[in-house]
Structures are given as C-alpha cells and as structure tokens.
C-alpha cells in the first residue's frame, strides 16, 4: 500500500516536474518585441506566422511615441526591436542598448541595407516623394528637391510640419548629402515657397493639391497607393502625380524601416531567426502588398501603382534611384537640422 | 498629504531632475526650442486653450443657470443633450469632422477649441449645475434689498459666488487644449502638444522631452494656483439651514425664451459635439464583419476591466480622503490643495507619461518598489489615477465644503462604534465619490498617451485601436472601437444623470435615523 502510495507521490512528482521543465522552456521559446510600426499593418500577421513556424510565443507592445525612450529607461525589457525610422536604431546603437547579429542572420539583407557592424539592418524602404497637381503642374517641371526652394513655385507648396520626424530626416540626409549651407538654402526656400503653414500629415497635402490650396508637396511614397484604395481619398490621389526626385542625378532620399536585436535579449537565437524571418521573400512580398513599401530583396517586385507610377518616369520596375546617405552621418546632423527648420521660421508658415 | 503631493509635483520633479542630470544636452535643445517658432506655438496653445475655456464656459453656464432656476419641459433630455459629447474622445470626434468636411473649416485655432471646448462642457456643465443648486439665494435677494438691480446682484453676488466652480470648469477645458495632441494634430494646428511630439521625436533625445516638459509644467502649476486662490478665496462654506432653505425652494415656470433658448443651445451643443460625429460613425459601422467584433469585443472588456481598476483605485483615494479630512476651515486648506493634482493636466501627455517611463526604469526606486508588477497593466492605472485624481477630488472638495462642520462632532455622539461613522460620512459623500468615479471612468476609457506608452506586452485598450487607425485616416475602421467605447460609457453617463437629479437633497439626510448611543 505505501509503495504504491510513494509510487503514485513519485509518479506526480514526476509529472509536476516535466510540467515545471515544460513551462520553463515555454518560457524560454518566448520573445519579446517593442515596435513604433502600427498595428494595423503586417507586422502582427508577420509575428503569428513566426509563432506557427517557430513555435515560439512572440510578445508585443505596438507603441508609436516614445520608442527609444522606453528602450532606454528599460534597456531589459525587449529582445527585438523593430521600427519605422532606422535612425532610432542607430541611436540605441550609440547608446549601448543593441547587440550584433550574427552573418547568418543577416545574410538575406543586400549590403547597403545593413548597418556596417551588422547590429541593425533595412526591411523596407519608401521614398520621400515629390507630389503634384495633374492638371497645373507639367510633367517634367519639378525634377529635384532643389526646384521646390525655386521662386517660381512661391505659394505653391505643401507640406506637414519641418520638425515632423519624416521632413527631419529628410533635412538630415540634405546636409549629411549636399553640406550644411546648401541645405539651408534649400529649407529656407521651401519655406518661402509655402502655400500655408505647415500642419496635418502627409495625405493631407494631397487633400491640399486636390482642393486647389497648393500645387506641390512632400510625402512618403507608400501613402499614394493607400490614398488610390480608399473610396473617399482616391480622388486626392487622381488629382497628384508622384515624382522621384534626381532620377537622372543622384537619387532620391528614402525613408527607412528597420530591425535590431538588444543587447539583453534573452533568446538571442530566436531573436535572430525572427529578424532572418523578417527578410524571407513571403513575408517581404506580403509587407510590399499591404503597406506598400519597397522590399530590401531585389527579387521582390514593387507593388503594382508604383510600378505604373515609375513608368511615367521611365523607371524599370518601378524601382527607382536611391540617393544613398550613410545613417551615422544622418544621426549626426539631425540637431543640425532642426536648428535649421526653426532658425529659417519653416513652421510659421508664408508669412515668415 | 504626502501621497498628494508626490502625485502632484512628482511628475515634474522627477522631468526636472532628469532634465538637470543631461545638462549640457537640455540646455542646448531648451536655447532651439525657445525659438521664435516654438514661442509662438506656446502663445497658439495658450490661446486655443483660453478660446476652448471660453467655448465651455459659454454653453455651460447660461444652461446651468437655466436648468437650475427654470422647471423647462423635458429636463431630463436637455441634460442627455448636453452630457452627450463625453462620449466622444476629441480626437475621434475630430476625426469624423474632418473626414465630413474633406479638411475644410476644421483647421485652425477656432475649429479646435470648439472641438476641445464641446467635449469638455458637460464637465463644465456638471460642476456648475452642482454649485448652482447648492448657492444660497439669500445672499443674491438681500443685494436686491439692499438697492441692486438685478443684474448688479447677479453679477457682483451670484457670479462671484460661482468663481470657483466657473475656474473648475475653465480649468479642464484649457488644461485638455493645453496638453492636446491627438485633436489638435487632426485639426492640423502646430499646438505645444504637437511641437512636443514632433521635437521629441525628431531629435530622439529624452532630454529634449524631459527639459520641454518641465517648462510645460510652469503654466499648469500657475493656473492650479491661481485657481487654488480664488477656491479658498471665494467658495463659501454654507451654513446647512441654508441648503436646506434653497433645497425647498422649487423652480419657477420658465417664460418660452429661456426655453427656447436652453433647448437651442443644448440642441447645438448635442449636434457638433455629438450627433454628426455619430451618424458617420454609425454609417460606416455597417460595414463590420462579425470576425472583427469578435477582437472588438476582446479588446473591450480588457478596456472595460482597466477603467474600473482606475475608478476604483480612484474611490477608494477619495473614500479615505473624505475620512482623514475634517470639514471646516482646516478641510477647507487640506482639500483646496487638491488643486494642486490639476497642474499634471497640463502636462503634455506624452511629457507625463516620459516622467512615468523614467520613474519605472531598470534599476530605479519605481521599479524595485513595483517588481514584476511593473510589466502588467498595473502602471498604466497608476499613472491614470494620478491624472484624472482632480475629476473625483474635485466634487469630493465640494461636499466636504458643504459638509456641516459640526456633523463629525453629532456622529461622535450618537452613532454607534467606529464603523457606523464610517459609514454615515461615507454615505454623505458617496454621491460626490460616484460622481467623480463615473468622470474618471468615461475618462480613463478615452486615455491614450500613457496607455500607449507606458503598455505592458501584449497589452490592448480601445484607445490605442482608434489612434493606430486614426494614425493612418482609416477612419472609417475606427467606427466599431468608438461605438463600443461609448456602450461601455453609457452606465457611467447615468451616473451622472442620476447625480444630477438628487443634487438638491437636504445634506442630513446621511444623519436621518441615528439613534443616540448608548
């Protein structure tokens, strides 16, 4: 009777045991990932996949405000970070807070679009785009950045606020690429080349070029496609045509999103299968559908409206020529920049 | 005291220490953001802020008076009316308008007060009705013996009586515009709120958004003064055979323009604060599969769970406030102090909630006090208690003011034990604490900054679901999270109906039935 009692107590201490074994690598098989990108994008549908795949648990806090703020406080508490402004990344990389992938992790990610010492790499990309009006603007009259500050175009521009993070990162590849003087030059002449004081966001300039109010703009190229898909936004974008910047000269800037790996992540090798996951051609080819970004893969083609609208400007594939500026010099120059967008009044709008 | 103060400086102090600790970094981003640029979006939002108290003020007090003095047909409506836009968030009322009129007349300084204003006037609303049915009359008719016309005894009597009250109600409408960001970035106006954001995040530095905020406290605590004075100054401490002389007074027949008047406004107010950003969203709720209400449904009751833990924090505070403060001149100092807890309305939120993220740290008091508790829900409702503790101190400070000084001392005499006294002055207050709770619950439903950026893993809230939407103008997405919102509102919204219905009831009626003990 007591053996069989000692047995059974044995048998359950047993089965308590493997529980506890099985609950502590569940916990171990988990990741945690701090992302600025939205949750209504892909990103979601991309980590349930991962789940499926890797059986892992994936964590994930969706926060749009405050990113490196809360990676700083809380260096501990993320094993992935995954953003839409890869500045950010080069900042916490400054700071301390992130750690190298391995080659193997990276592997998939062409060269340009991977941070020298391998800690942060590019999952996508868009580009800063010049927006004009259709039907008063000809077609070959805007060819580069510089043509905005022009004074021909005075009154004629629209544009969200100079200290917004995307027009910031802008002017920052304009100094980082062309020096400090020239990009003030330029900022200041867009600034006076303002229909009204910069305020709303990027769709909201092509609501601007619509109703008559400007004729040209700045925005991300992604929100051209997303404007033509929604009913009540379509007619703003049949009112612009989007055009890349220096096409026959340098290239035009981009936006960067990008991917990183904490210092601290406690499991580094499922950290790393998630960012290599991140490049895979399924998940870039489902990231280029719904966001619409450009893929870092060159075998992942551009999403059909930017195809149609790169071959207004002969543009193969819709892929268009990327001015490239080194995101080190970038992080460097942002101070600058903002010194800049206040010094020459850029949020006062024409007046100044 | 002490819990009271480190909730109210608390936030500040520990920005300012942050901004002092990265000194050379601050002072250089504070020399580019005391820019001319920077200067003039402070004096912007000073002004939507003065021009959204003026817009509560002006809806809030003509209606107060006239419900209050006037028995106008079909009260309980009006007073449906009226509440009706707390059950918008600015920005998702906001959002519907500016999708309504494809950008046009929304932006600017005027359509955002109006928009911030309209939502904050059933607050206004609500503090000055409770104060009207308290004021003695008395004092108003012995002016009008003593020679005053009318208006000379309305002005010089009644509106000075009604300062505080009349400071509360401007206080939440300015504090709201002042540290605005959703509402404003959709109204397309370059406001403090806004150029915090955008500075912070430009130049991704914490100590640009630690030294900001703590200059953006310097307004909220010079109101919260400001407003403390005239409290203490002005609110007088009624005499309870004068309530009960006002509580018989019944209300006069109303002539037919003050009806028209009050239906008018109220209906106007029920319209653009309201009823249009309704009708669209319920338009485009027609479009919502049944799979997505399922995750509606999910995410609101995680929601509907995270308001309550708030409220309730909330009453408890205030439950044991009402018993640690006496009535009288000293609960008079104690709980004006109070005011002091509004100065963390007029922080920017993303500024009070990058005090909350330093606070909680790795390695800081915060974390080790809060361990593991730190990665749940519980800091977001920390955080929330600590904004929205005036929307419950407040109507708290009110009864304790009404409170006959000598009802502690007759409870000391006849009610039996500890416990009773406990509970006859709880049951004075509690219609104040419900009042207050139902506030702080529709409010804690619309908060978004701290919820975002204070979230636990795998954390959810409504308010997020419409920002991330809004974030990209899929604001026909948005409608099944608002309506939803608002259904989890409405019993919040009767609470404060019924409030509104018994605030003339005598104040012994908490000491009827008290037998003297024995």
């Not at chain 1, 916990?27 to 980590?47: C, H, S, W």
């Not at chain 1, 789940?51 to 809380?74: P, T």
């Not at chain 2, 009802?407 to 604490?433: C, E, K, N």
């Not at chain 2, 608002?486 to 037998?515: C, E, H, S, T």
């Amino acid at each position: 009777m007591l053996s069989a009692v000692l047995k059974t107590n044995w048998a359950r201490l047993a089965m308590a045991s493997a529980s506890l074994c099985a609950a502590l690598s569940a916990e171990a098989a988990e990741l945690r990932v701090l992302t600025d990108r939205t949750d209504d994008g892909p990103i979601r549908a991309v980590l349930e996949a991962f789940e499926k795949e890797s059986g892992a648990q994936v964590k994930v806090v969706f926060i749009d405000q405050g990113l490196l703020a809360r990676m700083s406080s809380r260096p501990s508490e993320a094993d992935v970070v995954i953003t839409l402004e890869v500045g950010l990344l080069e900042q916490a990389k400054r700071r301390g807070l992130l750690s190298p992938m391995s080659p193997k992790a990276l592997q998939a990610v062409p060269p340009e679009f991977r941070d020298p010492d391998g800690t942060y790499f590019v999952d996508a990309y868009r580009a800063r785009a010049i927006i004009a009006s259709r039907s008063r603007v000809a077609p070959d009259a805007i060819q580069s950045y510089e043509d905005l500050a022009k004074p021909q175009w005075k009154g004629k521009l629209c544009i969200r606020s100079g200290l917004h993070d995307y027009n910031i990162a802008l002017f920052d590849q304009f100094i980082a690429s062309w020096g400090e003087d020239k990009a003030r030059a330029v900022i200041g002449g867009m600034a006076a080349n303002l229909a009204r004081a910069p305020k709303g966001n990027d769709r909201e300039q092509a609501a601007g070029i619509a109703q008559g109010v400007c004729d040209l703009a700045l925005i991300n190229s992604y929100y051209y496609p997303k404007m033509l898909a929604s009913p009540a936004q379509k007619p703003w974008a049949d009112a612009i045509q989007v055009i890349f910047p220096d096409q026959s000269g340098r290239g035009t800037f981009i936006m960067r999103s990008g991917v990183a790996i904490t210092k601290v992540a406690s499991n580094r090798e499922l950290a790393e299968r998630l960012a290599a996951f991140l490049v895979t051609p399924k998940v870039q080819a489902s990231m280029v559908e719904r966001t619409p970004q450009y893929s870092v893969l060159p075998s992942v083609p551009a999403h059909p409206s930017m195809i149609a609208v790169g071959k207004g400007q002969g543009l193969k594939d819709g892929r268009f020529k990327i001015q490239w500026v080194d995101l080190g010099r970038m992080a460097s120059s942002r101070e600058a920049a903002i010194k800049i967008v206040n010094e020459v009044g850029f949020d006062k709008g024409p007046a100044s | 005291m002490f819990a009271v103060a480190a909730a109210a400086f608390g936030p500040g102090a520990i920005l300012g220490v942050f901004t002092l600790r990265h000194a050379s970094e601050s002072g250089r981003w504070l020399s580019l953001a005391l820019s001319d640029a920077f200067v003039s979006q402070l004096l912007l939002t000073l002004q939507v802020s003065a021009l959204s108290a003026a817009v509560s003020l002006a809806g809030a007090i003509p209606l107060a008076l006239a419900l209050e003095r006037y028995a106008i047909r079909g009260r309980l409506a009006l007073e449906v009316m009226i509440l009706s836009p707390l059950l918008f968030a600015p920005y998702t009322a906001a959002g519907a308008w500016v999708n309504i009129l494809q950008f046009r007349f929304v932006d600017g300084a005027v359509a955002m007060a109006v928009q911030v204003g309209l939502a904050s006037l059933p607050i206004a609303y609500l503090i000055l009705r409770i104060a009207l049915a308290r004021l003695p009359l008395a004092y108003e008719e012995a002016a009008r013996v003593c020679g005053h016309s009318a208006a000379s005894a309305f002005f010089r009597v009644r509106l000075k009586l009604l300062t505080g009250p009349i400071a509360a109600g401007a206080l939440f409408s300015a504090a709201r515009a002042f540290g605005d960001y959703g509402c404003a970035a959709r109204n397309g106006l370059n406001t403090f709120g806004v150029s915090f954001k955008q500075i912070w995040a430009g130049s991704h530095s914490d100590a640009v958004g630690a030294a900001l905020a703590a200059m953006s406290a310097i307004p909220g605590l010079v109101f919260a003064v400001l407003c403390l004075v005239l409290w203490r100054r002005f609110v007088p401490q009624q005499p309870p055979d004068l309530l009960r002389a006002q509580a018989a007074l019944s209300r006069l027949a109303p002539p037919w323009g003050i009806t028209l008047g009050a239906w008018a406004l109220a209906g106007l107010v029920f319209v653009l604060g309201f009823l249009v950003p309704e009708a669209w969203y319920v338009s485009h709720a027609l479009d919502i599969r049944a799979p997505a209400l399922l995750k509606v449904f999910d995410v609101a009751l995680e929601t509907f769970v995270n308001c309550l833990a708030v409220c309730a924090v909330l009453s408890l505070f205030a439950a044991v406030s009402v018993l640690a403060i006496r009535p009288g001149e000293a609960g008079l100092r104690a709980s004006g102090s109070f005011w002091l807890l509004s100065a963390n309305l007029f922080f920017p939120p993303m500024a009070f909630a990058l005090a909350w993220v330093v606070a909680s740290g790795d390695g800081s008091v915060g974390a080790r006090l809060l361990g593991s508790w730190r990665d749940g829900p519980l800091l977001v409702i920390a955080a929330q208690c600590v904004k929205f503790a005036p929307f419950i101190l407040l109507p708290v400070m009110d009864t304790l003011l009404r409170e006959p000084p000598s009802a502690r001392d007759t409870l000391q005499l006849y009610a039996p034990g500890v416990a009773s006294r406990v509970w006859h002055t709880l049951r004075f207050h509690m219609p104040a604490i419900a009042l207050g709770a139902a506030l702080v619950f529709v409010e804690s439903m619309k908060e978004l900054e701290l919820a975002s950026t204070l979230q636990p893993f795998d954390f959810e809230a409504v308010s997020l679901k419409i920002h991330t939407l809004a974030r990209f103008q899929a604001e026909q997405r948005i409608a099944p999270w608002a309506l939803i919102s608002q259904v989890m509102a409405l019993p919040a919204i009767g609470v404060l109906l019924w409030r509104l219905r018994r605030d003339a009831a005598p104040p012994d009626r908490a000491f009827r039935g008290l037998q003297p003990a024995t």
